[in-house]
């Protein structure tokens, strides 16, 4: 742990409590009165955010750091909702494994996650991204095929199970 992060977490045990995935002041300091929420939504980001002597921090990353007593470079929500910020909902990953547990965006947003329309094959494609490069997983005649089918890779994915994967030990 790192000076900085020390001290941070100092400050957020003197002065915040968390309950439920959420963080009250102990004290009153400043604006804020004993057994307010701490912090603010921010909508632009769906995010909480607070401020404690000067140190601005997101809400999720308070809560791990009171837990864990360190500041992993990236943090991921579990179910995918920004402001639900329990511990049992937090996770250290990498950049990869966060963008696996990302929403679907894009102009095959419509068929979910990892799963597109292929126009010549007229079948739905199950694809994936291990270490920078696409793998493809199959292709089905039934949407709903191909979407189980990427649900159980992205289960695997989040498991750790990539050589399961890439032996197609999924099904």
């Not at 003197?14 to 603010?40: F, P």
């Not at 921010?42 to 404690?52: E, M, P, V």
């Not at 996650?113 to 696409?134: A, F, L, T």
Request: charged share 30%.
């Amino acid at each position: 742990m790192s000076s900085n992060e020390k001290h941070i977490k100092e400050l957020l045990d003197k002065y915040l409590t968390y309950q439920d995935g959420k963080l009250y002041w102990k004290v009153n300091k400043n604006r804020a009165r004993k057994g307010q929420r701490a912090g603010s939504y921010q909508k632009n980001s769906g995010y909480r955010t607070l401020c404690i002597d000067n140190n601005n921090l997101l809400e999720h990353r308070a809560v791990f750091l009171m837990h864990k007593g360190y500041l992993p470079p990236m943090l991921d929500h579990i179910n995918r909702i920004k402001d639900d910020n329990r511990i049992e909902n937090l996770r250290e990953v990498t950049e990869s494994l966060s963008n696996h547990n990302r929403s679907s965006w894009g102009k095959n947003a419509k068929y979910g996650r990892n799963v597109c329309w292929h126009p010549r094959m007229k079948k739905y494609r199950v694809q994936i991204q291990i270490s920078g490069k696409q793998m493809l997983i199959g292709e089905f005649d039934h949407l709903e095929d191909a979407q189980d089918a990427a649900e159980k890779v992205r289960d695997l994915y989040s498991k750790g199970e990539i050589d399961a994967i890439k032996n197609r030990q999924f099904s």
